[in-house]
């Protein structure tokens, strides 16, 4: 199921060239994959702690097509995919908005889940699993 997030790049974003540092386009994406579990009925902190599960990144890839730029409004997309019992990708594409609507980046990020005690791969939780496959 795709979920699209607005945020404004913040000075802080940016590196002294005036552009958004590469590493935090990175963060950004993270921060839109916050926003979707949340709009799914799960936050982050509690639902993670409740389920005795973590799904750290494994992978992850970026393309920078544009510059941002402070003040730039930047729509994040998110895309889910299953790759097994155990582990799934994002797919990211972040869009400039205004009248020069470009894209500027794509990400993909791909995720195991640990039980959070053994750090063994375990099955992701049914509603984790039921978001990555659009349910």
């Not at 990175?26 to 799904?55: K, S």
């Not at 790759?83 to 799934?88: G, K, N, R, V, Y």
Request: with cysteine; charged share 20%.
């Amino acid at each position: 199921m795709e979920f699209s997030w607005v945020r404004t790049i913040h000075f802080g974003d940016t590196d002294a060239a005036g552009v958004v540092f590469f590493a935090n386009y990175l963060r950004i994406c993270h921060e839109a994959y916050e926003e979707a579990l949340a709009a799914a009925g799960m936050e982050l902190g509690r639902y993670f702690a409740a389920t005795g599960t973590i799904v750290p990144i494994s992978k992850s890839e970026m393309s920078y097509l544009r510059p941002l730029q402070t003040g730039d409004k930047v729509s994040v997309s998110v895309k889910p995919h299953r790759l097994s019992a155990d582990t799934f990708e994002l797919h990211f594409e972040m869009m400039r908005q205004g009248a020069a609507k470009k894209r500027a980046a794509t990400a993909r990020t791909e995720h195991v889940c640990l039980n959070s005690q053994t750090r063994e791969r375990q099955p992701l939780p049914a509603s984790l699993a039921a978001w990555v496959d659009g349910i």
